[in-house]
Antibody, heavy 120, light 108 residues
Framework: EVQVVESGGGLVQPGGSLRLSCAAS????????MAWVRQAPGKGLEWVSA????????HYADSVKGRFTISRDNSMHTLYLQMNSLRAEDTALYYC?????????????WGQGTLVTVSS | EIVLTQSPATLSLSPGERATLSCRAS??????LAWFQQKPGQAPRLLIY???NRATGIPARFSGSGSGTDFTLTISSLEPEDFAVYYC??????????FGQGTRLEIK
């Protein structure tokens, strides 16, 4: 059974940092692209970042570029999102989503999300 | 950036009725369009990918059509569990991957 489970969310002050993790199981992690998608309270879905299967290609939404870093550890079947210089507008539920083979971004499995709250 | 516009914002129907949801792209996305369902407190669930392919385990009452800039999600006969928010998403030209703003399907 395919599973992705996020962790690492919490309350952080503006300007602070947080590292999210996504533990994957039930599929050959190293073959698939992965992504982070967020949802602010009461709002729609916003794509944040994606990484291809080999970690040699990463992509970001303009709203997080230069502040967030996506990475993956294929040996640990884990996806990460390092979030620096956090702002109030980064407050959201952050979902990890499994993509398709290689660089394809068909989000066929999602975790339940981890909540990030940026507030003083 | 490709903007996806969904209509209507809210659709009020009764169980057993047919639902037709629309997604229009600001430029062609070929057929690289997906539909997701999201219920309160739950993660999004992939329904349709590449405009018309049902994802694993999705009932046949869900169907997708369209190409280029105009797409439709049809639910042939609404079940009580189908009342939710629906999003379209494109992956043809990215970054950024973009989502529509959502259509809320509510019970009339």
């Amino acid at each position: 059974e395919v599973q992705v489970v996020e962790s690492g969310g919490g309350l952080v002050q503006p300007g602070g940092s947080l590292r999210l993790s996504c533990a994957a199981s039930g599929f050959t992690f190293s073959n698939y692209g992965m992504a982070w998608v967020r949802q602010a309270p009461g709002k729609g879905l916003e794509w944040v970042s994606a990484v291809f299967n080999s970690d040699d290609s990463t992509h970001y939404a303009d709203s997080v570029k230069g502040r967030f870093t996506i990475s993956r550890d294929n040996s640990m079947h884990t996806l990460y999102l390092q979030m620096n210089s956090l702002r109030a507008e980064d407050t959201a539920l952050y979902y990890c989503a499994k993509g398709g083979i290689g660089a394809d971004m068909i989000f066929d499995y999602w975790g339940q999300g981890t909540l990030v709250t940026v507030s003083s | 950036e490709i903007v996806l516009t969904q209509s209507p914002a809210t659709l009020s129907l009764s169980p057993g009725e047919r639902a037709t949801l629309s997604c229009r792209a600001s430029q062609s996305v070929n057929n690289y369009l997906a539909w997701f369902q999201q219920k309160p407190g739950q993660a999004p669930r992939l329904l349709i990918y590449d405009a018309s392919n049902r994802a694993t385990g999705i009932p046949a009452r869900f169907s997708g059509s369209g190409s280029g800039t105009d797409f439709t999600l049809t639910i042939s006969s609404l079940e009580p569990e189908d009342f939710a928010v629906y999003y379209c998403q494109q992956r043809y030209m990215w970054p950024p991957i973009t989502f529509g703003q959502g259509t809320r399907l509510e019970i009339k």
